[in-house]
Structure formats: structure tokens, C-alpha cells
């Protein structure tokens, strides 16, 4: 069993940073597909960014709306994952939510392919 807590979520004003922190324990954190996630009140949740391995290095994706403005990392020695947020706008405004998907793999931007989730952090980007 793999549990997921996020910390790190608050209120920013508009062009503000923010980093998002997510503990894991159980499992093999270091072979793990970690994604970041968002549901905005009466939306969807997205895909927000995404980290995994291959040969022993790790690699990111994000999804347009904020490419160039977060990046995601990780660090295997505290089985934190984190998603630093630069330029926060009003639109970022979310639950902010970490998953883990523990058969790894490139390219998974749905819900329903990743295994665990965390409770999620509360993201208020004020204008």
C-alpha cells in the first residue's frame, strides 16, 4: 500500500510562486510514475505534470497550459515528489493533487492510470 500526503498550498497573488511537496511511503517510490494533477471547482480533474523513469534517469512532461511556468521533481532519498510553480495566475486556481502510478511508464495523463492518490492542497492564485 502506497500512501500519498501533499503539502505546500496556499494563497499567492497573480505572478507569485508556490512549491507543492508530496510524501510517499510505501513501495518502491524510486520506480514509480508520479503526476500532478488539478480539479478547479465544478471542472474536471487535469493533468497538470508528469515524472518517470527510464535507464536509471528520469524525465518530465507538462501539460501546455503550464509548460514553461512549473516544473516537476523528485528526490528518491525522501520520496518526495514536488512541483514547483513560477508565474501563478488566477486560472492555476485548483486542488492540486499527486498520484503515483507504480508500474511506471512515459506518457500517462488520465486519472484512471494511476494507482494512488493524495488528499490534495489547496491552490488560490488571487488577481
Not at 23 to 40: C, L, V
Not at 61 to 77: L, M, Q
Not at 114 to 120: K, M
Amino acid at each position: 500500500q502506497v500512501q500519498l500526503v501533499e503539502s505546500g498550498g496556499g494563497l499567492v497573488q497573480t505572478g507569485g510562486s508556490l512549491r507543492l511537496s508530496c510524501a510517499a511511503s510505501g513501495g518502491t517510490f524510486s520506480s514509480y510514475t508520479m503526476g500532478w494533477f488539478r480539479q478547479a471547482p465544478g471542472k474536471e480533474r487535469e493533468f497538470v505534470a508528469i515524472n518517470w523513469s527510464r535507464y536509471s534517469a528520469y524525465y518530465a512532461d507538462y501539460a501546455d497550459s503550464v509548460k514553461g511556468r512549473f516544473s516537476i521533481s523528485r528526490d528518491n532519498v525522501k520520496n518526495t515528489v514536488y512541483l514547483q510553480m513560477n508565474s501563478l495566475k488566477p486560472e492555476d486556481t485548483a486542488v492540486y493533487y499527486c498520484a503515483a502510478r507504480t508500474s511506471g511508464g512515459r506518457w500517462y495523463t488520465k486519472t484512471y492510470e494511476y494507482d494512488y492518490w493524495g488528499q490534495g492542497t489547496q491552490v488560490t492564485v488571487s488577481s
